[in-house]
Nanobody, 120 residues
Framework: QVQLVESGGGLVQAGGSLRLSCAAS????????MGWYRQAPGKQRELVAT???????NYADSVKGRFTIFRDNAKNTVYLQTNSLKPEDTAVYYC??????????????WGKGTLVTVSS
């Protein structure tokens, strides 16, 4: 089994910053793409940012220039540095990873989420 555990969420004022972390553990052979998604109250889950094992990144237009995704492959951890936060960034942030297990089985995994609340 594979687990993804997020941390780093919290309450912050508009204009502030938070760094989210997501550590993968368990039966892991390799991790391909990792990413962050978010879901605001009453809205669908949306992509925030993704990063491949080689470091290629992709961002939602709404966070470009404010958020940075990066990963530490040795620690099986992905981070999301969020700057210049806005009230509309308030959401539960979920970590996602495509993991290949030692039996060469590939599967998409999700964390349970971490809440980010931005006050105006």
């Amino acid at each position: 089994q594979v687990q993804l555990v997020e941390s780093g969420g919290g309450l912050v004022q508009a204009g502030g910053s938070l760094r989210l972390s997501c550590a993968a553990s368990g039966s892991i052979f390799s991790i391909n793409a990792m990413g962050w998604y978010r879901q605001a109250p009453g809205k669908q889950r949306e992509l925030v940012a993704t990063i491949t094992s080689g470091g290629t990144t992709n961002y939602a237009d709404s966070v470009k220039g404010r958020f940075t995704i990066f990963r530490d492959n040795a620690k099986n951890t992905v981070y999301l540095q969020t700057n210049s936060l806005k009230p509309e960034d308030t959401a539960v942030y979920y970590c996602n990873a495509f993991v290949t297990t030692p039996d060469y089985h590939g599967m998409n995994y999700w964390g349970k989420g971490t809440l980010v609340t931005v006050s105006s």
